[in-house]
């Protein structure tokens, strides 16, 4: 039996801490579903088409393993469509973890098909995130050992335009 995994998210940019998680999941799992969201609730840098080319572009899977999507709606409305049985979660801290076990709570009582699986990053990546990456750029700081080489020069064209 083939297992689906999708790990979610609004990828605003893609960090080296989500593409480590990417790899993980892909040793663990048959296929990966990289699920960039249009996530109304926030304000993007990038937009949802954007999200998605620099998430492609930043995954270096030969496998063809691991596939990216753009979507709005429920998340396990994607998971059905896909026939996923298993999300991906990053934990970083305990603070990540009690918000991303609500999620897991809906998400299971929404579909009890669905499985979480948390996974915590790989100790130099524990500290990243989208939001830190886009404050540090914005400061005219050096984000390139958070991010991919595209993402870099992606983040620098957009702030540049701003």
Known sequence: ????????GTFDPITNGHLDLIKRAA???DQVIVAVAANQSKTPLFELSERVELAQKSITDTSGKIQVVGFKGLL????????????????????????????????????PKIDTVFLTPSENNGFISSTIVKEVARHSGDVTQFVSPVVVTAINKKLNKT
């Open 1 to 8: 039996m083939q297992i689906t995994a999708i790990y979610p």
């Open 76 to 111: 396990v409305d994607l998971a059905s469509q896909y026939q996923a049985s298993v999300l991906i979660r990053g934990v970083r801290a305990v603070a990540d973890f009690e918000y991303e076990f609500q999620l897991a709570s809906v998400n299971r009582s929404l579909n």
């Open 27 to 29: 040793r663990l799992f």
